[in-house]
């Protein structure tokens, strides 16, 4: 039964690939990657946002501020700047494993969300 379901999933996925274009994927891997997806933290139209809001006691002045954790816009970067925050993440990004040529796709969809204009 597993096994069948396994045949029935590989062939999906190699016939599915042809009935999606490369914006659809892109947009798909925008929304949903592999893990957390990119829309939650970053935006609908990848343009950044304030992910929470928090409360901190600074250590000097002994007072409570209010703190936000915001994500940058990411609409306008630049291909390198993108794939290094893809490959290396910093702080908050988690880590994605997405292929060369699936960085790739997403970049251009995620510049394409950029309404503004150049
Ligand atoms: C949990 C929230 C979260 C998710 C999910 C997330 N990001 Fe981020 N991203 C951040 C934060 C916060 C930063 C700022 C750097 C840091 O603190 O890690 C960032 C930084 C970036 C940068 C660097 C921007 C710059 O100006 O250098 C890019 C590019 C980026 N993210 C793309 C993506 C993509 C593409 C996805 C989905 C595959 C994604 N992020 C998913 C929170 C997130």
């Given amino acids: 039964m597993r096994s069948l379901f396994f045949i029935f999933f590989v062939v999906s996925l190699s016939f599915g690939a042809d009935f999606i274009t490369k914006t659809e994927y892109a947009k798909m891997l925008y929304i949903n990657p592999r893990g957390i997806g990119c ?69 251009d969809y995620t510049i394409s969300l950029d309404k503004d204009g150049k």
């Fill in 39 to 107: 829309i939650s933290c970053h935006g609908k139209n990848a343009e950044g946002k304030v992910i929470s809001k928090y409360k901190e006691k600074n250590r000097k002045t002994k007072q409570v501020e209010q703190k936000e954790l915001i994500s940058p816009r990411i609409n306008n970067v630049s291909f390198e700047r993108f794939k290094k925050a893809l490959d290396e993440p910093k702080n908050i990004m988690p880590s994605y494993f997405l292929t060369d040529e699936e960085t790739k796709i997403l970049y």
